[in-house]
């Protein structure tokens, strides 16, 4: 029994040297080694000295790989003449389409910035009719073999204001214009060249947009991006309604160069008038983005309060 309790005095006695041990190493070493251990990303850093946030100077190109929605009429000023053409299901286009897009940005001062951005997409496609088609002057008969185009480029530009700026986040609005450059056809494939006749119709809409933006630090590498946009109005010829919108999620991957991944939407419905025909374009594109982002220049200067 007296060995019994001699051992558990001994046992005692090692457990309390062993916490007071244990109890001596400071509280600041143990943080920094947490810290130490922290993945890089979300160890302490300054928002405001990023390689890749807030930087003077932005350019970013990339791939779009966009689902489309195409609607156009091309008829008579009467309206006696022209139908509805739904150019996948009727012409037979690639819905699932790749193009290249293209931006750059200047950040004029802490709140203000400037941004110009540039889209191309051009398809084709070929298919025997299943009805018949009134487009431009002519009539398309069913079963008759039609190849048929779209070109499509759209110029962006914007001034942009933070309302709120700071090192982490910033909200603002924006103010610009889609100007779009659309040309459209059609030509019936016959046996000869007598048979052969083709219709096209092109047109400029520059169509004024206003929207809200935000652009957040996630942590030392990550960054998001959005902004949405909308309007309507009738210039001289030209009635237009623009929609559009992007979410993009940013990681650095060195120094001054990161790689973004988002999703991008734009629906542009525009009635055209010109001289002898009438023109109807609604198209709509929205799908996934893969761009490649480079910051340079100084730092504008953020402030914390």
Known sequence: MKKLFYFLIVSLSFSTIQAQTTAEIPVENSLSTLQNNAPEDFQDYDAADLPWHG???????????????????????????GNMIDFEKD?????????????????????????????YLKRTASKTLQKEIEFGDHTYPVNATVSAFMDNQ??????????????????????????????????LEGVTAEIEYRDDFDFT???????????????????LYANANYFAIKIDNIDGRILSYNLSVLYNVY????????????NI?????????????????????????????????????
């Open 269 to 305: 419905r525009v009635d055209a008038e010109k001289e002898r025909l009438n023109g109807y374009f609604k198209w709509g594109y929205n799908g996934p983005t893969i761009t490649a982002t480079y910051a340079f220049g100084n730092h504008v200067k953020f402030y914390k309060h």
């Open 154 to 187: 759209i110029y962006r530009i914007t001034y942009g204001y933070a309302f709120v700026s700071k090192p982490k986040y910033e909200i603002g609005a924006l103010i610009g214009a889609h100007i779009m450059l659309a040309d459209v056809g059609m030509k």
């Open 255 to 266: 120094k001054n160069f990161s790689l973004t991944a988002g999703y991008t939407g734009l």
């Open 55 to 81: 930087r003077r100077f932005k350019v970013t190109a990339g791939a779009f790989f966009p689902t489309n929605n195409t609607q156009v009429e091309v008829g008579s000023n009467n309206g006696d003449f």
């Open 205 to 223: 809409a520059p169509l004024p947009d206003i929207g809200l933006w935000t652009e957040i630090v996630l942590a030392k590498k990550w960054g």
């Open 91 to 119: 012409l037979g286009f690639n819905k699932n389409t790749t193009s290249f897009a293209g931006a750059f940005e200047w950040r004029i001062s802490r709140r203000s910035r400037l941004g110009a951005e540039y889209f």
